[in-house]
């Protein structure tokens, strides 16, 4: 409807302007043709002097109905006094007409105008061979036919307006349906998903390739993404709270063994006792990198990015870890030919690359040897961590950055691992914009690639905040 009156309304004040003025050019011509029409009449008069030779008054009226009949229009001839001497009508004369065209006809003026009757007056003046003013001629018209004209082609362009509005109406109605109808569908898949039902998704199907399409396809992106989240969440709750049983049920077959017998050997105390700390340590050891990663993912604790000196980082961290190395007889080599600097939390990236170096002497059985390389180009730092231990199978490789995950559940739990240190090396090393990337052969060695950009620079979203 807004489209239309927007459409309709300067439509409509267009046209009713240009029949006014095109109505206003038709009067005007009428008014030139009338005025050369008298001058041609008043100078016909002067030259056969009919106002003053009598004998000539059958041929002044003959000429005068004569002409009248060809023009379609009155003629009144009129002496210098305003009395009437001819008229074509036959109506008045004799009488004084001293009507305001007449009065300044006499006064020397031709004159053509139209009066509110829809009529047009011309008045001129007759003139003798001297110049002398001896009449006047008016010639009355009515424009009613301009009238009548304009308003039949009038009447016909709003006909046509008004048909244009209906058509243009229903083929709107029908677009607005076509437009309105999918987002209509959509509004109802959107409203239900927010009720909870993550599973509905808009029919995409039948729609051609527009933004409508392309909207539905976004929200059932949308619908995916957030499914997945959904479940994410689901197999994140159910595996914290697994990975905690797990301890607090050998905590609790300890406590009962001890409490259930009479007799208890300080021996057996002793020992009963340290596996049960053994158990707090490990359910400790889990929560912390929980709280770690929950962290990471609100990004809760401010990244404190500074210029650090990565040679160093990873010095500190071989020189930290290499006491776990030698436990093992693991060769542990750090190797790094030129200075690298970056911008980094280093709390965090020494965290991730721990993590890295610690997997490599886990996964590493005794005698193996672990390397961590560190180089840089113009933009980027890189750190790589082969190991020549386990490896890790082809279909595990997209697997282990998931939280919880173990490829050997069972040798996890002997190594101590929580399933969660790659999952936090992975958020930190895309929280400073970087990638990293994993190869593997089993029973030959692993090689984690870890690249970060040597500058830190702020997403729109953190500049916004
Ligand atoms: P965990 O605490 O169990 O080591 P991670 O998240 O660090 O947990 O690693 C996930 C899994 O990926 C490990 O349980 C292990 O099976 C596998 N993995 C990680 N690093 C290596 C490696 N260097 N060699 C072989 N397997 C590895």
Redesign the pocket.
């Known amino acids: 409807m807004t489209y239309i009156i927007i459409g309709f309304v300067p439509l409509l004040v267009f046209t009713t302007t240009v029949f006014k003025t095109m109505n206003k050019y038709y009067v005007e011509e009428r008014k030139k043709e009338m005025l050369s029409q008298a001058n041609v009449i008043s100078g016909h008069i002067t030259v056969m002097n009919y106002l003053f030779d009598d004998s000539k008054k059958e041929l002044f009226d003959y000429d005068i109905k004569e002409t009248s009949r060809q023009g379609g229009y009155r003629i009144v001839v009129l002496d210098s006094m305003g009395t009437v001497v001819n008229d074509s009508n036959k109506t008045i004369i004799g009488k004084t007409l001293l009507i305001p065209e007449v009065v300044e006809a006499l006064d020397n003026k031709d004159i053509a105008r139209e009066q509110d009757n829809e009529t047009v007056y011309a008045a001129v003046t007759i003139v003798d061979s001297r110049s002398n003013q001896i009449g006047a001629v008016l010639i009355s018209d009515s424009t009613s036919d301009i009238f009548e004209t304009i308003d039949n082609i009038r009447k016909q362009v709003i006909i046509l307006l008004f048909g244009v509005v209906i058509i243009s109406a229903i083929v709107m109605f029908f677009i607005s349906q076509i437009i309105t109808e999918p987002l209509k569908k959509m509004l109802e898949v959107i409203k239900k998903m927010s009720e909870g039902h993550l599973d509905q998704r808009v029919t995409v199907s039948g729609m051609s390739h527009n933004e409508i399409s392309d909207l539905a396809e976004a929200c059932n992106n949308m619908a995916d993404e957030l499914e997945q989240v959904e479940s994410t969440r689901q197999t994140f709750v159910s595996n914290v709270s697994h990975e905690l049983k797990t301890p607090l049920s050998s905590i609790k077959v300890l406590s009962e063994s001890i409490l259930l017998q009479d007799e208890v050997p300080k021996e057996m105390y002793v020992e009963f006792l340290k596996d049960i700390n053994s158990e707090v340590d490990r359910m400790t050891e889990i929560i912390n990198d929980l709280l770690t990663l929950v962290k990471l993912d609100q990004r809760e604790i401010p990244i404190d990015y500074e210029m650090t000196d990565m040679v160093k980082l990873c010095g500190d961290v071989v020189k930290r870890i290499s006491p776990l190395a030698s436990a093992k007889n693991i060769k542990l080599e750090f190797i790094a030919d030129k200075e690298v600097f970056a911008e980094v939390d280093s709390t965090k990236f020494t965290l991730a690359i721990s ?2 170096v610690e ?2 002497i ?3 059985d005794e005698g193996g040897k672990v390397s961590l390389y560190v180089d840089c180009d113009h933009q980027n730092a890189f750190f790589k ?1 082969t ?1 020549t ?4 199978a082809e279909e ?1 490789l997209g697997k ?2 998931n939280r919880f ?4 559940k069972t ?2 739990r002997e ?1 101590g ?7 936090i ?1 992975h958020s930190t090393v895309l929280m400073h914009n970087g990638s990293i990337k994993v190869t ?1 052969k089993e029973n030959e060695g ?1 090689t ?1 690639v870890v690249r970060i950009p040597l500058r830190h620079t702020p997403k729109v979203s953190e500049n916004v905040q």
């Open positions: 993590n890295l997997n490599g886990k996964y590493t961590v190991d231990g386990i490896g890790i595990e282990i950055f995950y173990r490829v050997d040798r996890d190594t691992g929580t399933g969660l240190g790659l999952s090396t593997s692993t984690f």
